[in-house]
């Protein structure tokens, strides 16, 4: 009887023993396949990532998306920085063309049509399509563009000085400057010339006179002639 029971206890014992042995096996295979199936993506852990938008979900398709969009505007907005103008020919954004040319003295030449004007000023441009803006910093930290190309504004001193001409050879001069102070300061083309003129009708004199003509607007801002202007008589060039 003893034998019996006994030999029923190891038929038990190696039962249970079997049974733990096939859970440790189950739990093992059910881990492995857990772990495979994380790295793999799948599983319920990847759903869930991807109902919030993660791994390979639609938000971070739209993320990419974004950020392409986001590099295409930057590109975009990268053409409308203003940055240091270089020695080249331009075509502005009223399709006319200006030439800049370095100079010494840390000075640029700008030349359009028969017309050039030499500036110490801080000159910049943006691209704006297949044109350029120029402009140059004032003291009060505004960027003041130049709408109005030398031509325009010789054309516009002359006939204000009464004037035909302005040449180098007649000492006539013109620079883009900075005129004003504070909140007032303005970007302006100074002209400068000498002409013929006869003191009470009799003395011939050289006059020294100036005009400024406002590189935003094109309007001429002042005149400028000496104290005894008006003992002189000016007569107008042919």
């Known amino acids: 009887m003893q034998t019996v ?3 029923e ?7 249970i023993l079997n ?3 096939m ?13 495979q199936g994380s790295q ?21 398709q739209t993320d990419v998306s974004t950020g392409t969009g986001n590099q295409g505007d930057a590109s975009e907005l990268q053409t409308q920085v203003q940055t240091q103008v270089r020695a080249g020919n331009y075509e502005t954004s009223d399709g006319k063309q200006i030439q800049i040319q370095e100079m010494s003295n840390n000075q640029i030449e700008l030349k359009s049509g028969n017309s050039k004007a030499e500036t110490s000023l801080q000159v910049g441009s943006k691209a704006v399509g297949d044109k350029t803006v120029l402009s140059a910093k004032l003291s009060n930290g505004r960027d003041a563009e130049v709408k ?21 050879e007649a000492g006539c001069s013109i620079e883009l400057k900075e005129v004003g102070k504070g909140d007032e300061a303005k970007l302006a083309y100074e002209v400068k010339t000498q002409r013929q003129s006869k003191i009470f009708g009799l003395f011939k004199a050289k006059m020294q006179v100036q005009a400024q003509v406002d590189a935003e607007n094109g309007e001429v801002i002042q005149t400028s002639k000496p104290w005894w202007a008006f003992l002189a008589s000016e007569p107008t060039e042919e």
């Open 40 to 60: 793999d993506g799948i599983g319920v852990l990847h759903d869930d990532v991807i109902a919030a938008g993660g791994q390979n979900g639609s938000g971070l």
């Open 148 to 168: 109005v190309m030398p031509d325009t504004a010789s054309e516009t001193a002359l006939e204000r000085l009464r004037l035909k001409t302005c040449t180098e």
């Open 23 to 35: 859970s440790v096996l189950i739990l093992g295979l059910a881990g492995f396949a857990f772990a």
């Open 9 to 15: 206890r190891r038929y038990e014992m190696k039962k």
């Open 5 to 7: 029971v006994n030999v």
């Open 19 to 21: 049974l733990t042995i």
